[in-house]
């Protein structure tokens, strides 16, 4: 496997080149969902990075036994059972926090970001590649949900993690922590990055 | 009465006021990925819909019948091994993930052969994106929806039945088929405008997306004053507070009867 990238590159590709949110455009439902706020966007970062470096591992591990159109059931019901892991830890330790992420935690299972990670890296390659693949891109999609988030809870509530950073003249931003918001910063978010993307490889804007 | 009225107001609320899409963010990925052309998208929509109530239906029975505590399935099968107290104590809940999408997935398989039997162009059409309904997070949604409703309540007369699952399913796939024929005629006149080089593509979809769910926002407060107008007239009547003036007169007539 001379032409596959090292686990060092696969670890660095996730968190900007490869980035789940910005360039590929996978994990939307959370993305929006839970980026009113930084502290469930963290959360959820940390609950997806644990799922996806889980079943990364698992299905490195298991990925001589797979038979080709049997592989999305086992992807799926990996990532389930680790779901449930994850769900029943937070329901318990941060009892609050669970409410409040309600259906989201258990629709990590249909996140496409974990899917397609086990598609194309975990389903070829040795568990410590794969393991470091998973750790970059969920560094990469917690960077992207807390930079959501920031923009969101500042303008919307004018603080960040409940500490008031903007003068108190500020008018909540209310729309901004509504579901229009999350659309919006995302869709504005995103044009900057590809802006920043295009003046970078020397495009003409 | 008041049975038909929850209906009514579930599908309601399923399909405009909180639409899948738009405010619980569910279904983002087709609505990205397949909503460049209506027929496509409604034909997106239709199997989305018909998967939904399907995946409802088992969930549904799965739930009640196997993974709640004292689920007639379960304790029957328990009443082999343990005593009668012990078997109807069996929670089987914490495995429902994995039930739920491992049901979602199997009938999405038959969707799929039905599909390709029945409708060979449609099949040609959708491509990738049919086995991909199973990782939609919509139907998973309905399903956790309705398990929340039947497993958590506090009051057990409040648990959902089977016709309000269906409505909810139904409904929702309803929404999702608006939302996303509604998008997808918006992109069909946005390949025509003038964007910016950096916004084309998701991130002004996602822009006309926002503003889309601004507008949905309009229904917010319908249902409550849709539930007013369809209660019946003296239950409304028994609710409304009395004037304290009112108040007196009925406490002087009282009063004056008892003497």
Not at chain 1, 94 to 117: A, D, E, F
Not at chain 2, 7 to 21: D, G, K, M, P, T
Not at chain 2, 100 to 129: C, D, H, N, T, W
């Amino acid at each position: 496997m001379a032409d596959q990238p090292t686990a060092s590159e696969r670890f660095l590709q996730g968190i900007l080149p490869e980035n789940p949110v910005y360039r590929q455009l996978l994990g939307l439902c959370p993305t929006l969902a839970v980026t009113n706020g930084m502290k469930p966007a963290i959360t959820m970062a940390v609950s997806v990075a644990f799922v996806l470096v889980c079943a990364n591992v698992v299905i490195s591990l298991i990925r001589n036994l797979l038979k080709p159109h049997l592989r999305i059931v086992i992807f799926t019901l990996t990532i389930a059972t680790f779901v449930t892991i994850a769900d029943r830890v937070l329901a318990a330790y941060l009892y609050q926090m669970s409410k409040t992420l309600g259906p989201y935690i258990p629709l990590i299972i249909v996140n496409c970001i974990i899917i397609c990670r086990c598609e194309v890296c975990a389903s070829k390659q040795s568990p410590f590649i794969a393991a470091s693949d998973a750790l970059g891109q969920a560094i990469g999609f917690g960077l992207a949900l807390s930079s959501i988030a920031a923009v969101r809870e500042i303008l919307g509530t004018g603080g960040l993690f409940g500490i008031q950073l903007l003068p108190a003249a500020w008018p909540d931003w209310v729309i901004m922590v509504l579901p229009p918001g999350a659309f919006i910063t995302l869709g504005l978010l995103l044009g900057f990055v590809n802006w920043l993307g295009m003046r970078k490889s020397g495009g003409s804007i | 009465m008041n049975y038909l009225v929850d209906i009514i107001l579930i599908a309601l609320s399923a399909a405009l006021i909180n639409n899948f899409v738009l405010y619980y963010f569910v279904g983002i990925c087709p609505f990205i990925g397949v909503s460049r052309r209506v027929d496509m998208a409604f034909g997106m929509g239709c199997a989305v819909t018909f998967v939904i109530t399907i995946a409802a239906f088992l969930s549904w029975t799965i739930t009640t019948m196997v993974l709640i505590p004292g689920a007639p399935l379960s304790s029957f099968v328990a009443g082999f091994f343990l005593s009668k107290e012990a078997a109807s104590t069996i929670d089987l809940t914490v495995l429902s993930y994995i039930v739920y999408i491992f049901s979602i997935a199997s009938s999405v398989q038959f969707v799929e052969m039905y599909v390709r039997k029945f409708f060979p162009i449609l099949y040609k059409s959708f491509g990738v994106f049919l086995p991909l309904i199973t990782t939609n997070c919509a139907i998973l949604f309905a399903c956790l929806t309705i398990m929340s409703n039947v497993v958590g309540v506090e009051n057990p007369a409040d648990a959902w039945d089977l016709w309000h699952s269906l409505t909810l399913a139904f409904f929702g796939g309803v929404g999702f088929t608006i939302a996303i024929v509604i998008m997808s005629g918006i992109r069909e006149d946005l390949e025509l405008c003038d964007i910016p080089e950096p916004f084309k593509g998701a991130a002004i979809t996602l822009v006309v997306g926002g503003i889309l769910a601004l507008s949905f926002m309009g229904f917010t407060g319908v249902d409550s004053g849709l539930r007013k107008a369809m209660t019946p007239a003296q239950e409304t009547a028994m609710v409304l507070p009395l004037e304290p003036a009112q108040t007196a007169m009925i406490e002087f007539n009282q009063g004056g009867m008892d003497q």
